[in-house]
């Protein structure tokens, strides 16, 4: 068995949806650049995704000869104890975006089950949707309900929303008995519900004067949650979706950091770039912001109605450093991708080595007779350079596929170690 070939440099393939960043403003084009230097960046053109892996509408290639990334992985996971076939169980994606993406949530898999038989147009499959996005650049989104206190706070600041929510009658007897809009806990709920459902002429009618009332007022403007309901109706003018920044917590991430949205988290994506990984599944139950199908009862029926702090909903990047960075080993293939600078990255068949398998395979390569601070031994045999390089003036490609481990005899998975060099 030989396990030196089995890191290989891939290529994406990009998707020109309308709400991409446009040129060389996207990261997608400037990955993709990285990749392909002959690549013509067109200065009007939306870069939206730049996705790696083998779904059907974007299946990667290898970069030196265009082979099918399904294809290789046929032929090269014959022997492979890994749990899936000549298909990843993920989707790894690039998004520049430049005009906000729907107001969402992702079922659990359970429910996509349901909702796969229920409609199997809107709901394409039956599988769950877990992702995890990481910016890239400065990146905004909305995510997971606001703490009440200020859902409350625009409640009572703006009538609109007391409209929308048929609040507007009893409004005033709320905030002057208890001096709070929300009686129990789930009153946010119902306040919710009800605006989702609005008529939506109302919406366009009772947006239309927000929008006017902000515009007109510079106190109300240095608000950063009227702020983006200014651009949000800007794109998407008279659309319920608008005022869901009163509901959800707005965040900006640094690059670096991530937000891992598990199921029925109501989410949207605002602006920026980042790389979001997902299990492969295109099921979203959308409620505004969009063109697209929208689900507003399911969405209402699913989505968790939890009040969160942003610090609930945002996490540090797990890999800070990304000078020296060991890749842990897994029973599954992986995707490296460099997104800055260049990158030697070396890698070893182990299978030679004295591994102790206590932990099933999946121990860092720190921890087994290959230490994270070996050397590569550029005149052994066994070690495999690979360049990766990426921007708009470097050449060679800058995603890699790292295959699964392959099987040992006794069924024990044993690792390729993918050891990156320096990062410049
Ligand atoms: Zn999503």
Not at 23 to 47: D, R
Not at 61 to 70: D, I
Not at 201 to 209: D, N, R
Not at 382 to 397: A, H, P, Q, S, Y
Request: net charge neutral; proline share 5%.
């Amino acid at each position: 068995m030989t396990s030196i070939g089995k890191v290989v440099p891939i290529v994406g393939v990009i998707q020109n949806y309308a709400w991409g960043k446009k040129g060389t403003e996207s990261e997608v084009a400037k990955l993709y650049k990285g990749s392909i230097p002959s690549f013509n960046i067109q200065p009007g053109s939306p870069y939206a995704e730049l996705w790696f892996g083998t779904h059907p509408k974007g299946p990667s290639k290898l970069l030196e000869n265009s082979e099918l990334l399904t294809s290789w992985l046929s032929k090269n996971l014959q022997q492979a104890s890994c749990n899936h076939s000549n298909e990843l169980p993920f989707l790894l994606k690039v998004l520049s975006v430049d005009t906000a993406l729907s107001i969402q949530i992702h079922p659990n898999k359970l429910e996509a089950g349901e909702l796969h038989k229920w409609n199997p147009r809107e709901y394409p499959d039956s599988n769950h949707k877990p992702e995890m996005a990481i910016a890239l650049t400065s990146f905004e989104a909305l995510c997971g309900f606001r703490p009440l206190q200020e859902i409350e706070h625009y409640f009572c600041d703006l009538d609109e929303l007391k409209i929308l929510t048929k609040l507007v009658t009893d409004s005033a007897h709320h905030v002057t008995t208890a001096g709070k809009i929300f009686q129990t806990e789930l009153d946010f709920k119902n306040s919710f519900v009800s605006l989702m459902n609005c008529d939506a002429g109302i919406v366009k009618e009772q947006a239309a004067s927000l929008n006017g009332r902000i515009s007109k007022n510079n106190e109300m403007k240095s608000d950063p949650n009227h702020a983006l309901f200014l651009r949000l109706h800007c794109q998407y003018p008279g659309d319920v979706g608008c005022f869901c920044v009163y509901f959800l917590n707005y965040v900006t991430l640094k690059p670096g950091e991530a937000l891992f949205l598990q199921s029925n988290l109501p989410h949207a994506y605002i602006h920026g770039d980042c790389i979001e990984c997902m299990a492969n599944s295109d099921n979203v139950v959308r409620a505004g912001l969009t063109p697209k199908f929208r689900d507003v009862d399911t969405l209402c029926r699913l989505v968790k109605y939890e009040n969160r702090q942003i610090r609930d909903v945002l996490f540090d990047s797990l890999a800070k450093d990304f000078k020296k960075y060991t890749m842990p080993a897994t029973s599954t293939s992986s995707i490296l991708l460099v997104t800055k600078g260049q990158a030697k990255l070396y890698c070893i068949n182990k299978s030679n080595e004295d591994n102790d398998d206590n932990n099933g395979g999946r121990n860092s390569a720190g921890t087994n007779s290959l230490k994270s601070d070996t050397k590569p031994d550029r005149n052994d045999h066994r070690w495999k350079k690979i360049d990766i390089k990426t921007g708009l003036n470097k050449e060679n490609g800058n995603g890699v596929l790292r295959n699964a481990p392959s099987e040992q005899k006794g069924n024990k998975a044993k690792n390729d170690s993918a050891k990156p060099g320096e990062l410049n």
